[in-house]
């Protein structure tokens, strides 16, 4: 049964922050040329405007370093990795989104770490020296990249500090982030500095416990940030986190209660929410980032995260990634928008899509949104998620819509992933599974990766276009409407019965 | 109803010169930027082994110059563009088939000339003058590309001189080509000459003559050449020409003909026989060309013409080309396997599946051939065409084949092209018939170019795998079937069901 | 002996337009590849704000057409080729300087061509045909680029009429300039229109009449335009040109006249002077083009000509050029900053040595020039020109030049030209004059064309920085020298004597 | 005063293996970009056969993986990253020289490691386990690239176990030679496996010692290895380590009292020596491998190592590089031929130099050698080098060569490394020393970095010609003497004389 929609042109703004901000593995790997590979391709083909990731830092990017002069340790700052790393990002025409941390070993207060790649989660042995190097990095990136630049670069402090990523109590992240924050403005007032950058555990405590504390202390802060998962308790078998997924208006009901307590705090209520991490499972083994069920999954939350949030940053855009070891298998679960060998997942098109919609939003509902832009095209985003573990699969999601047509005729492409289209994992299962690939199983799979695509002629009738939209289970559609001018009759010779079936 | 086929995995070697050859634009269009840029993408894909075009000494190459010395004329060669050609051809891992003509005006006895780029077709005004010309050509060619690389490059005397490309008799091509044959020869002996390159016109009297003409002169000759085009009688309408076709048995006839009158005579009975020219239409505004009913026309030629001749080189591989004029827009009925924007037309799929196709010819129809690789690959085309003009269209043509298995399990992928898919002239139809593209139209055009394509497992059961092949009128559908190791169980905590719907 | 300057930092605004314009051959050639090459590599090196040739309307581009529609004849606009080249300009950050001219052969007058690819150069037959073909081209042009782009291109009107280059009179060329400059303003007021085009033949006549004709006759004109070259009568010997050159101050004193005679009419008193083509020598088969006296020729031409002239365009970018014929050699005396195979000649380095010139003109005499930038950069050009064929050789010119210090250490950077160092064409003869060259031949040649270079450091003394300059005969010579902040205390460690004579 | 030296053409094979092998940092480091980069560049200009270095099993690379399945422990093998670092060793044409080693974590018997990047350096706790990871290794990469490749990749077994690199003792190195060696040639005896991959201490001792213990045991051994450094005590200063270089002589020796040891036993009298390290320091942080000295020190190495070793690795390549920490600034002393941001060093022009020498040789001297090809092209190499420390300097070393004439003319370059010429970090201190480097900064020391060049004609004069060359204190010189073909007289209306100046 298909849904009948008599739709309007007039809309409202869709808020769509989907290009915002987009996460990485950490900061270390943005040396790797596959990593610089993927990054181009995703900025190419999305665009994103900032890039977070853990691990500035980390001594494996280096930038803090203590040799011995004259008997004592004399402090000095290598930015050798960060500027390739940054300069690799300003090339790709994204910028650093800042996060703070984790903590380089010789200034380290213990040993505790965190992933294989043994990120140090310990409070700072000497605060002094903390706010030195993170005033020392601020003042290096200004005189390199120029001031008007780098007030543009958010700064968040540290990650997760309400759980295993930082070793010390909530007052002790107060204390970290109150002495960071002043430092941060103490090198230019511009620079702007959020937190607390909490999971979801705990989370109104911590809200209401670090919006006081900023507010009683007069502490900066110039947006709220914070992470948002979706998955229930993982099963974990060998290399695998096994999960189920909460619905995605969980998410959004968490950005409401986020925005709720932040309304009651004069110093945050006009600020903007950043979700600097979300994602389906908050695992980088777990299989259902590789499937169309997540792409319809997360194209549920872009719909409407944007009512809500002002950023919301996929965790993440890339497989290179390591932090429950290096990828045993081309797909593996990955957070990634694109797989290694540079494969787009299902995922990558609903970034894709929803970096296409048009920023006049003409109707939305739990499958579909229609939007619109000023020269005239229409952009239907359609999806249908469930999870198949119960054995079932839903009716495909049928729509005719009709639309205000502004000229005669129009040129409407549609692409849809799921099922054999735009599915690479069911590809590369198809080929046995291959831990690496070979040149031509890495085609195979960008071929493969492709959705399926077709377009058609839409002519109007009584100011009118009309067009169908299904959506079958765990299937994402998007259908691209354009104004066309036919310059048919230019061709005065042109008869179309001689073409050979040319419509 | 589907036709059975039970197919043994034993053949005899597929015939399959399908990238042995290609046409071109007249030689002074190889300079330009788009022509190497659409022979760049086809040789990626198709990878021909020689390329054939006209216009070597045409004014526009330039190579015969004349200039005052002391009052009398003073004959040099200019190579300056001949050189940058043949470099640019080289560098695409594509060699010249040489093809001398037509003549330099200042040589010309006349001024009769063909085309919008008005090549001279009158014969030498001085015979010796021409000769001289042809061997400080090839002498510089050696010089420059070295004789063990030069003497695999065929030459052939002339085009087409049965009919308006020559305008002297038939007596008078002979003429041309003993002294161009002896004159090759004389520059090396190994060097490779070949004529009459006549198309379909008063074809038998000119095979018989010539060949008896080089028998009863002992005038060399190494392959024969010919054209063979099908198309019927045109209807010319402003800039296009509408034409119906000849079946392809046509050509196919044509050529078993051609191979008999060769059989006839001992100096061409075992020599190779060249089609340097093929097509459907003859004509460069004929639709035909764009349409997806070329594209499974030419396979049925494709599929059996290698019993015949040793080449069959198609006319041409781009649409960068101007016999009649510059194209007028993008889709306008060229002879390009790749129209300008560097956009693939259907047929240009032919030529890329065949060439995939397995060296064992297993079994061969009207609609299909079903070909086997060494390394166990099974490659099956299909095609079916039919001219819509009567109002009909054919009901598909479906296969269920089975093949011997070698392995438990195998990778099937599909391609299909017609209909909405790989049919970039429709899209563009969809479009609004632009005359030239902007960059998005342009991108969309690519995207819309390509084949639909879809892949999924075969299992063997009883040491056989059993394969469908449905094939709608006017379509092209190639199937490649790859055996696989599936290795499933090396990721011994790999639960599927948890894959969300991973088959 | 030296020159001794004592500088004061406080100069004058140095008028350099040195980049605003650039000459090409053909039309018609901007298709091809080598072309494209060598503009890429200008335009990464140089960059050009605007490009001028002739051409546009020539058959070879192939804008008009006339086809039989109905046994009358039916006009139509190809734009095949114009958009084609007109993306490749955008492409490569290059505004057309567009030029209408020459004839279609269909709308021509007469027979009469100029050039080897014979460009018509009759009056329209029909005068409203041709308007028409104007009109309908800058429509297109707006509506592919959109008009703010397409209004910042100037138009000038046919090219040279004052001599061979039009078949009519000076009354007809005004006609022709009236009725397009009308049309011009009648697709949009805010196109720029220009004339008269002429070379420096009775050009105090046509300037007084064409001023006079547009002043009388209230004909639109928004800049003057004019050639200048610096040839002397020629020598023709086979396929050079043999020219002896005025001195570069001939031009000045050009440019300074047609400014004066601007001065008397209202209409252009307060309009751009265009020199929309100058060289030394008219004469693409001159061997002046290729020598280091012409670089230091040009300069000094440089050095001045933005006191009178709002746009000075070498003739031209290119050798990829076609006037005299397809070159016969690499190096044969072509306009071209770049000879065939992207081989830079030594007045590419004038172009681009002014391309760095500052903003700030502290210093010119006959011989250098020494200008400053905000940044503190100070950047001097040397030149010395002597036509060697009286058998003798000026001596260097040296200089001493003390100029202010803002920092207490500066980096020195100098590059020369001339004899060993960027020369090209002498390298071309040491290696035997080959006329086509191999891969490793044209290496060895795009290597010998970079200049000499070295770089020192240079520390201020009392507040100011002292700086030698020596030019030998046919060199040309730039020093930039930077301002430097000397890091070496930040390395504690730093033991220069260590280092290995590092300094 | 000029030394004369009357050649004739009769040389003897010049043994010269420059482009064998070179050496790397850490296998992790191959993922890098700018390593990339500068692997590419450097094949580009060189072309070495093989790469060698540090840390294939270290857990970076990540190949030993142990996760618990059942309660117990599960050993699997991921190559993710080992196959993206040899496919891009493929793509840029050079070959694994693999070096087993260093210990995974996992498979460790201890907790001592070596350098920033900690690789440990203790025997395995199971020589079963690291057999069967061995094996596993090589097993999969025959299957990935083919064994007919594969066994051209020699295979060396761990690094100098005689010092710090190794934990364990020299029995317990002959232990992990033995069950290594033959796990090797299990997997497939064309396999080639070597050590004892010692440093030059304790050396005699050592060879003698495996020597015997490989024929007593009769263990597989292909080719014998060590490593040559040329440096004195280091005097370490902060982030430097300064030293003196003992006479390269002191390597050549080596070289000789290796090859009589080896001449003393049966199994390896016959084998190649590979010298799998040298440098003149050892020490990446010691300024020598950044200057002019180094490429003359290193060259006087060249001109003899290959009379007595089959392969010399310079160590290493680039400096992307991590032993002694992350390089702190652009010039620091690391071993690479290329600093990072692609500046080739000094050095970096002695291997492409006697990458170009010919295949005899017919004059070597301390400074100098003279060397022929085929096709008659001389290659001169010459150098001098003294350590200024002494504050003294050498004079020039002038030539004055004859040598036969098979030509009337030749074609002469000459390239000169040294002083202000192809001596980046020299320029790097004339700007100011910056740590990191601006693009602009980068283009400036990528410009310097080339050699002074220059070139000329050289006459026949009976039957001889007769060159110059002067070498200046550390400076490095390369000419190269070509046959031509003068072409001049095809030009019959070229006046030289009027070419302003060309020769």
């Known amino acids: 049964m298909k849904k009948q929609l008599q739709l309007?042109?007039?809309?409202?703004?869709?808020?769509?922050?989907?290009?915002?901000?987009?996460?990485?593995?950490?900061?270390?790997?943005?040396?790797?040329?596959?990593?610089?590979?993927?990054?181009?391709?995703?900025?190419?083909?999305?665009?994103?405007?900032?890039?977070?990731?853990?691990?500035?830092?980390?001594?494996?990017?280096?930038?803090?370093?203590?040799?011995?002069?004259?008997?004592?340790?004399?402090?000095?700052?290598?930015?050798?990795?960060?500027?390739?790393?940054?300069?690799?990002?300003?090339?790709?025409?994204?910028?650093?989104?800042?996060?703070?941390?984790?903590?380089?070993?010789?200034?380290?207060?213990?040993?505790?770490?965190?992933f294989y790649w043994k990120g140090n989660v310990t409070p700072p042995a000497d605060y002094n020296k903390w706010v030195d190097m993170v005033k020392a990095t601020l003042t290096h990136l200004i005189e390199r990249y120029g001031r008007d630049e780098v007030i543009k670069w958010p700064i968040e402090v540290w990650n997760e500090p309400n759980i295993g990523f930082w070793a010390g109590t909530m007052d002790e992240y107060f204390k970290l982030y109150e002495c960071t924050a002043r430092a941060i403005k103490e090198v230019d007032p511009d620079l702007k500095v959020g937190g607390p950058a909490i999971c979801g555990v705990d989370t109104e405590n911590w809200l209401h416990s670090f919006f006081k504390f900023c507010r009683d202390n007069n502490v900066p802060i110039d947006m709220v940030t914070r992470h948002c998962y979706m998955a229930k308790q993982p099963k974990i078998v060998g290399r695998y986190v096994y999960q189920e997924m909460f619905d995605p208006s969980y998410m959004i009901d968490e950005l409401k209660m986020t925005r709720e307590i932040m309304d009651q705090y004069d110093i945050v209520r006009d600020k903007e929410l950043h979700i600097t991490e979300f994602n389906s499972s908050y695992d980088p083994v777990c299989p259902v980032h590789d499937t169309p069920f997540n792409a319809a999954f997360i194209a549920r939350v872009l719909s409407e995260a944007g009512d809500y949030a002002q950023s919301y940053s996929y965790w993440t855009f890339s497989d290179v990634f390591e932090e429950k070891g290096i990828p045993a298998a081309v797909f593996h679960g990955g957070f990634g928008l694109v797989a290694n060998y540079m494969i787009p997942k299902p995922t990558f098109y609903t970034f894709e899509f929803f970096s296409k919609a048009g920023n006049e939003l003409i109707y939305r509902d739990e499958n579909i949104i229609v939007t619109k832009d000023k020269d005239g095209r229409y952009c239907l985003i359609g999806w249908s998620y469930h999870d198949p573990r119960d054995g079932k699969t839903l009716d495909p999601v049928s729509y005719e819509i009709t639309l205000p047509a502004e000229k005669a005729q129009y040129f409407s492409v549609t692409k849809v992933v799921g099922g054999k289209y735009g599915n690479a994992a069911q590809t590369w299962s198809n080929l046995g599974k291959p831990r690496t690939l070979t040149k031509k199983q890495a085609e195979i799979l960008k071929e493969a990766a492709k959705p399926l695509r077709y377009d058609s002629k839409v002519f109007a009738k009584d100011g009118k276009i009309s067009v169908n939209m299904d959506i079958e289970c765990n299937h994402l559609v998007m259908t691209e409407i354009f104004p066309v001018n036919d310059m048919t009759d230019t061709y005065w010779e042109f008869d179309t019965k001689e073409f050979y079936g040319l419509e």
Do not use: W
């Open 8 to 114: 309007s042109s007039k809309g409202k703004p869709f808020n769509n922050y989907v290009t915002h901000c987009v996460g990485t593995g950490r900061m270390g790997l943005a040396l790797q040329k596959e990593y610089q590979e993927h990054l181009k391709f995703v900025q190419d083909k999305i665009g994103f405007s900032y890039i977070r990731g853990h691990g500035l830092f980390c001594d494996d990017v280096g930038i803090y370093q203590e040799i011995e002069k004259d008997g004592k340790p004399f402090v000095y700052y290598n930015f050798t990795y960060l500027d390739r790393i940054f300069d690799y990002y300003i090339e790709n025409n994204i910028r650093p989104y800042i996060e703070l941390g984790f903590m380089p070993k010789a200034l380290a207060s213990g040993d505790r770490t965190i």
